[in-house]
T-cell receptor, first 110, second 115 residues
Framework: EDQVTQSPEALRLQEGESSSLNCSYT??????LFWYRQDPGKGPEFLFT???AGEEKEKERLKATLTKKESFLHITAPKPEDSATYLC???????????FGTGTSLTVIP | NAGVMQNPRHLVRRRGQEARLRCSPM?????VYWYRQLPEEGLKFMVY????????ESGMPKERFSAEFPKEGPSILRIQQVVRGDSAAYFC?????????????FGEGSWLTVV
């Protein structure tokens, strides 16, 4: 069964304390892996798309990487404004659906 | 605002009433997706539409829920005879072409509360 699992469920970091969020998937024939950020009461905001193992994307303090089984979202020297829920999604083989994990809730403490 | 527009942002309905949620895709986008997010749960796919066509409705409940995307006007998600369990955030997303390999962009959501 296609599945996306994100860990940890919640993460508290001190400002400046770097860490990584994990997204493991079991979808066969991956057609794309996506990272989104969601703030409370808001819609998901697109961050990155990764298509093949070994690919990396960066944006400010965030860096996303992809292997054949999982993706990592690395957060370097986070700031309180990075606090949000980070969602990972994959495209199912039909191409019609994005399948989302349940997210990692990140809190960065000043 | 060139983003995905959803309205209403918040909607309160009594049990048994109808709820209509509207979504206008980003300019130039002809594909619309509806997702539902329950408290403490992830986003769940409901339906994928193109103009005047339902492409994939495998995530839609069999009863009371329907969606359309007419040639003119916004996409509408309609929930008839709402029940407490329908209380959730409903998100619309759009893309210019088929989702496969392409990013979908979300609106700010419509929060439905059934009392």
């Amino acid at each position: 069964e296609d599945q996306v699992t994100q860990s940890p469920e919640a993460l508290r970091l001190q400002e400046g304390e770097s860490s990584s969020l994990n997204c493991s998937y079991t979808v066969s024939g991956l057609r794309g892996l996506f990272w989104y950020r969601q703030d409370p009461g808001k819609g998901p905001e697109f961050l990155f798309t990764l298509y093949s193992a070994g690919e990396e994307k960066e944006k400010e303090r965030l860096k996303a990487t992809l292997t054949k089984k999982e993706s990592f979202l690395h957060i370097t020297a986070p700031k309180p404004e990075d606090s949000a829920t980070y969602l990972c999604a994959v495209i199912l083989p039909t191409g019609n659906q994005f399948y989302f994990g349940t997210g990692t809730s990140l809190t960065v403490i000043p | 605002n060139a983003g995905v527009m959803q309205n209403p942002r918040h909607l309160v309905r009594r049990r048994g009433q109808e709820a209509r949620l509207r979504c206008s895709p980003m300019k130039g986008h002809s594909h619309v997706y509806w997702y539902r997010q329950l408290p403490e749960e992830g986003l769940k796919f409901m339906v994928y539409l193109q103009k005047e066509n339902i492409i994939d409705e495998s995530g839609m409940p069999k009863e009371r829920f329907s969606a359309e995307f007419p040639k003119e006007g916004p996409s509408i998600l309609r929930i008839q005879q709402v029940v407490r369990g329908d209380s959730a955030a409903y998100f619309c997303a759009s893309s210019p072409v088929l989702a496969a390999g392409n990013t979908i962009y979300f609106g700010e959501g419509s929060w439905l509360t059934v009392v």
